[in-house]
């Protein structure tokens, strides 16, 4: 197989651009427990990059895996994301992550804010993870409580005194749009090296992500269910690979960073073996834009999180 191709972050930090997710198929313990079977398998198919959250609840078993694997942890690079309830609690957390991988020598390698607003959560439910942390409390209206303390800005803030501290080799954010990214770039020290978003080609979001580079901010992709639309289906088959390997390849072709998760051995093997699409191909693509979300989706009353999509920037 050959080697993984690397990007280098705007700190000139340079990470394999195709990694692999670190979620659990569902929010159980067994669910999560099982994670460290198809992660070894995934480490011997050549991943390096392994992008997981304390609130998947599966941090314990990739620690484990990557210790199991033999390999030296110098060559991973892991990302985890701050709780969106912890946003109070940046330095707590992070040492809650560590303590889940066991050792110092396992600190993560990039921490992301996970989202601009911050809902009203009990952080004591953080103690039971990965059971009953989606019990988010809400109003009369149905609406997520939300609360205004600490801004995202402020979460941030202490985010970068972790990377000051030499525990982080970058940082970044999930879930920000460019309006958000523009309000925190107005107080923040370190500009963050990623932006881990939804892009997938139905989203319009895709514009959007491509302005990233030019504030040295490097796009970073979730969610690309898409591999029934015709267009991908047809390139597929001109180059002989299936339609999840050209919606991959559309990823990286695009220089945005993916981690495809798979349980499955051989799927972890073929997400690594892309084909080169031409100026066509990538073309037709693009013209599926049709602005569809898939996650972060609004509620009955217009909102995410407390937030109006305008207020958001979406």
Known sequence: MSPIPLVELNNGTKIPIIGTGGGPSAMTVEACEAVKKWMLTAIQAGYRHIDTALLYGTEKVIGEAIRESGIPREEFFITTKLPFNCQDRVAESFDLSLKNLVSDALAHDRPLSRHARIPSFDSSLIASLPEGWLNLPRGPDGS?????????????????????????????????????????????????????????????????????????????????????????????????????????????????IIVPKSENEQRQKDNLALPALDKEDMKKIDGLDRGERLCNTVDQNGKFWGWTTERLGW
């Open 144 to 256: 997520v409580i939300a609360v205004d303390s600490p801004t995202f800005n402020e979460s941030y803030a202490e985010i970068e005194k972790i990377y000051a501290s030499g525990r982080a080799k970058a940082i970044g954010v999930s879930n920000f749009s460019i309006k958000t990214l523009e309000e925190l770039l107005q107080t923040a020290k370190v500009v963050p090296a990623v932006n881990q978003i939804e892009f997938r080609a139905l989203s319009s979001r895709i514009t959007r992500a491509r302005e990233l580079p030019r504030k040295r901010i490097l796009p970073g992709a979730t969610k690309n269910a898409i591999r029934e639309e015709p267009v991908i289906k047809e390139i597929a088959a001109k180059h002989g690979v299936s339609s999840t390997q050209v919606i991959l390849a559309w990823h990286i072709a695009g220089g945005v």
